[in-house]
Structure formats: C-alpha cells, structure tokens
C-alpha cells in the first residue's frame, strides 16, 4: 500500500454500521461530554467565585478541571461529529492535532495531581510554614511549569509517533490512539514504540514517585496526630485526591498493561473509555462530593444575586498570601 503522506486521511472505527445505532452512539457520547463538562465548569465557577476558595489546593483543582474539559473535548468532539455525520474520516494533520492534544492535557493532568500531592504534603507535615512556602507566586510558577511540561509531554510523543510513514490509514480505535497508530508503520516499529513508551514512562513513573513518597510522609505525620478527630480531619483533605490519583492509575494500568496486538476492538474501545473519559467525568463528582466546601460554593452558584455581586466586583483570582 502507498504511504499516508499529509494530505490524507485516517479512518477511525465506526461504532456500527446501523444509522440509528450511530445515532444512539452520538447521544450516549454527548451525554457523557455534557455531564464531565458541566461538572468540572461548575467546579471552575465555585473556585473563581468563592473568596473561601482562593487557596493553593483549589487554585490547583480549578487548573484540573480545566485540563479535564480541555481532554473529553478533545477526544469526543469528533467522535460525536463522526457518528452523527456518519462519517469515519479525520485529517491527517487532525491526528497529529489529537495525539499531541491528549497528551499535552493528560500529562499537565498528570503533573498538576503531583503538584497537589506536594500541596498536601506541605500543609500536613508543615503546616506552621505552609502559607509562607505556598504563596501565590510559588503556586502560579507551579501550575505554568506542570502546563509546560504536557506540553512538552504531547510535542515528544506526537512527535515521535508521526515521524515515520504509515503503510495503512485504517485505525482500529474511534481516536487516534498511539497504540494503534504505530500498528500502521510500513516497517518494524519496535524502537520507535519502545521510545515512545520511554518518553511517557519516565515522565508518569517520575511523577507516580513523588505521590508515593508524598503520601508516605502524609500518613507518618497523620500517625502522629494524637487525636483522632485531627487525623481524620486531615485524611479527609486528602481524599478526594488520592481517589483521583487512583482512578487515573488503575484505568491506565487497564489500558496498558495487556497485548495490544492480541487484543479485540471491544477491549480496546473499553479500556480506552477506562483510561481517557471516565477520569475526566469524575474528578468533578469525586470532589463535589468529598468536600464541603466545594458543595457550599456551588449552592452559592444557585444564588444568582450572590454571584452577580462577585462578579461585580471582579473577583476571579485566588488572593492567597
């Protein structure tokens, strides 16, 4: 077969080949894309609105949020157009787009949960210098690195996977998945695959590190806490983000920890859901309901007086010291 150069176009896996199951498809996806976005905007709203919400951990949990609405548009978008166009087509350079996007917001995801990891490492084990080591500055400088590095994340991987000639443009996933892009190179693959998995290893395993050591000095310091009411007090802080880091995790070890080439197209479509849009959708939920304040400022958000009064006064970004 001739190579896919750039003016071409893959085509991804259709859902079925029924107009209405397609149908049915487009609004199974939509669904699902309207509940992970709406979720993690009302999150963005509650942090911006609520002066009580202007400190590190939630300045960080807004930068999450956004990072999960930027991932599920991302991939469903055009799965949605494509089931309701009846369509199967992306653009050549529209893969690139996507691969390099998906790891871009994955891996600012992944580096802004051990940003959190940190957050609570320092306001438990030292919380008598916590506002003087987490200041404003320290946090923004925190969150535009973690954003830096997806990006560099998504421009080495993208890279990487595109920078070889492609004997096929059918991709057996209803995204383009790096797996099943590098199963298309008209050659031997494994160095360029095998890099690849490096190049994304060594940025997950180095981050998954830092929240291992983070949480074991978390609960040596929990174990010392002579009250039981205080050491419950602070796991709960801690919580709704160790349940996030753990449904990131275990969803990517579902996804990767298994043969792709001896694997069905059913599998793969499950587990790519597992890993790329159930995280996103319930980030949001795992915290509203988690936290007490963050279900306090969202009822806020149904007190339309309360919230024109605040934005009134043009209060959008976290003041802590």
Known sequence: MPNVTSSSEFLLLQFSDIRELQIFVFIVFFTVYLTAVTG?????????????????????????AILDVGTVSVLLLKTMANSYLNSRSISYLGCVAQVFFLFFFGGSDFAILTIMAHDRHIAICNPL???????????????????IAGMLNG?????????????????????????????????????????????SSFFTIG?????????????RAVLRIPFVHGQKKAISTCLPHLTVV????????????????YS??????????????????????????????IKTALLKLTDWRHCCKIIAHKVFLPEWS
């Not at 890279?159 to 008209?186: M, R, Y």
């Open 207 to 219: 981050c998954f590190i830092y929240i291992i050591f983070s949480y074991v000095q978390i609960f």
């Open 129 to 147: 210098q916590y506002e003087t080591i987490m200041h404003r500055g320290v946090c923004i400088e925190m969150a535009v690195s973690a954003w």
């Open 264 to 293: 069905s197209s059913d599998l793969n479509v499950l587990s790519a859901i597992m890993y790329a849009v159930i995280p996103p959708l319930l980030n949001s939920f795992i915290y509203s309901i988690r936290n007490k304040e």
């Open 155 to 199: 421009a080495l991987n993208s890279g990487g996977t595109f920078a070889i000639n492609f004997c096929s443009n059918i991709i057996d996933q209803f995204f383009c998945e790096v797996p099943q892009v590098l199963k298309l190179a008209c050659s031997d693959m494994y160095l360029v695959e095998v890099g690849v998995i490096i190049m």
């Open 246 to 261: 753990c449904l990131l995790i275990f969803s990517g070890i579902f996804a990767y920890v298994r043969p792709h080439r």
């Open 40 to 64: 993690n905007l009302l999150i963005i709203l509650a942090v911006a609105l609520d002066h009580q919400l202007h400190t590190p951990m939630y300045f960080f949990l807004m930068n999450l």
